[in-house]
């Protein structure tokens, strides 16, 4: 795992120690950044189930102005926070190690992000559904009039969010990336 371009570009990321992430191949970060780029000078971020950070960072190395990461998984979030300073990242980084459905049930003040990763376990979408379209709820009161919730899945679940319109949308094997915005 490595971050792919911008500042801190070729630099090499600390792996997960458990099958509990589904890293991104470079092929596909790369596919998917060549879409985000104009969106990602100066923007604020959540990175969504995080693992051990790989999109967030690519993110910052991009120019974006902060990444908060979200992941309770304690072993995750303890690569996760290495990572960050190992690319000295630390200032513009925020971790949340509690669970985000609770995290964002009971928030209160909203950060405005340009850009929200989506990247659920796969099970999430079979096992807890309402759950996920819950949080998406959530995130509207979050994500800025032009934002995107860029939803990461197995290509055959579903996730109905009425709330969301798929603006774009990019199969990649079993994976399918979809890009949301608001109604």
Known sequence: ????????????????????????TDRVKQSLFDILTPALPDANIYDLFAGTGSIGLECLSRGSRHVTFFESDRSAA?????????????????????DLFKWFASSRGHQHVHLVFL??????LRQRSDDLGRLCEHLLSHVTA???????????????????????????????IELLGKQ
């Open 78 to 98: 303890s690569i996760l926070k290495k990572n960050i300073e190992n690319l000295n990242a630390t200032n513009l980084s925020t971790i949340i190690t509690q």
């Open 119 to 124: 990247d659920p376990p796969y099970r999430f």
């Open 1 to 24: 795992m490595r971050i792919i371009a911008g500042q801190f570009r070729g630099r090499k990321l600390l792996p997960p120690k458990s099958q509990i992430t589904r890293p991104i």
């Open 146 to 176: 032009t934002g995107t919730i860029i939803f990461r899945h197995d290509s055959s679940d579903t996730l109905a969010l009425p709330s969301l319109h798929p603006y774009d949308v990019r199969e990649y094997g079993s994976m399918t």
